[in-house]
């Protein structure tokens, strides 16, 4: 155990006793698994999660950082990505974050000083870099099932048997932005090698957290806190909810709890946007949760929850073809699905009214299975 997480342990031994009757606090390095605690006391345990993902695997990496990115996982030709222990090596960042692929660059061209020019490295121009992360129990499931290619994800939606991953999975989705020296000490850091040799630091920006603890998974998400101040920032559209950090205050206090070990470290600038484990609220409203980085655009209709409720795809003509994920009512606009899934959405009532879609239990990364190669 590194000094860093020593002191974290001493921290929550000494002031994690008072949270101990909501979520068990004992053993914060380890990731919890407790339905009734996600439901009954879904801010604390959002926080939990956090504090338990977060927690250093060694100086450069949180436990997140050493999940499978997608990349690893569907992989050209929609090969096997082999055993979990096979992939101990860091992915080329083309294929880490989500970039358009090498065969794009040639015709992609974005502005520099007000002049259309051509796109050389997808990474480097990047203004934010974006990366999803799948754990072990996640994966398993998914290669078990051959799910990352396009054939066997096709027999999986052709056989309209229900796919559901076990408890414990997990996901995450992180954004990152190029950040100064002089920022540091606010952000969680990567540096990046790019393709032309330089070294760049970023700062992680948004943290999406799905976890499977209930039927239809506990959704948290994070930001860090200077992002609405950010030239290119929607700002913060959806008010934040924290109940735990903001204990009798209202629950868009905008602080981090104390008491658990953040203090002092770069975890204490960051803040819980919201949790959902429910479509819509005691009166039956549409719940929303929105992160400025992650829902850039499209905030005041975001609903994790409901959003990948739609996570489904069909058959059509021996393609794949998923469901849209945003309506389709004004092409100039974007606007996503919020409150409690309509059951045709998936089963369209009348002969011939269209695909009956198939759900892959909240899990939009299974779209990303891949074409196999001739031959195979």
């Known amino acids: 155990m590194s000094a860093r997480s020593l002191v974290l342990v001493l921290t929550f031994l000494i002031s994690g006793v008072a949270h101990a009757r909501d979520v068990d606090w004992r053993e914060p390095w380890k990731a919890p698994q407790d339905s009734d605690a996600a439901a009954a006391h879904s ?50 960042l083309e294929r880490r974050f989500e970039t358009v692929s090498r065969k794009d660059l040639p015709n992609l061209r974005h502005i520099v000083g007000g002049v259309m020019v051509p796109v050389i490295d ?124 903001c204990g009798s205050e209202p629950p868009d206090c905008n602080r981090a709890p104390s008491g658990i070990g953040l203090e002092g470290s770069v975890w204490q600038y960051y803040r819980l946007r919201g949790t959902l484990t429910q479509y819509t609220d005691s009166q039956g409203r549409p719940q929303r949760l929105a992160n400025s980085e992650l829902e850039s655009g499209i905030q005041p209709s975001a609903s994790c929850i409901t959003c990948h409720a739609r996570a489904a795809a069909a058959v059509e003509s021996g393609a794949v073809v998923p469901l849209t994920i945003f309506m389709a009512d004004d092409p100039l606009v974007r606007r996503g699905f919020v409150g409690t899934p309509d059951p045709a959405w998936f089963e369209p009532a009348g002969e011939g009214s269209g695909p009956r879609f198939a759900r892959l239990d909240f899990v939009w990364s299974m779209l990303s299975a891949r074409p196999e190669s001739l031959g195979r």
Not at 143 to 164: F, I
């Open 43 to 92: 801010d604390e345990y959002a926080w939990r999660l956090f504090v338990a993902l977060n927690w250093p695997v060694d100086a450069n990496h949180v436990v997140w950082q050493d999940w499978l990115a997608t990349g690893n996982v569907y992989l050209e030709g929609g090969v096997d990505p082999g055993p979990w222990s096979a992939h101990r090596t860091e992915l080329p």
């Open 122 to 245: 997808a990474v480097a121009d990047a203004r934010r870099l974006t990366e999803v992360r799948l754990n072990r129990t996640s994966f398993e499931f998914i290669r078990s099932r051959r799910l990352y290619g396009e054939a066997g994800l096709r027999r999986a939606l052709s056989s309209r048997q229900a796919l559901s991953l076990p408890y414990g999975a997990r996901q995450v989705k992180a954004k990152w932005r190029p950040i100064n020296e002089s920022e540091r000490g606010r952000y969680y850091t990567m540096e990046l090698t790019l393709a032309d040799g330089t070294r760049r630091l970023y700062g992680l920006t948004a943290l999406h957290i799905a976890s499977k603890d209930l039927p239809d998974w506990f959704w948290a998400t994070f930001e860090q806190v200077d992002n609405p101040t950010l030239a290119d920032n929607d700002g913060w559209e959806l008010p934040s909810r924290d109940r735990f950090a």
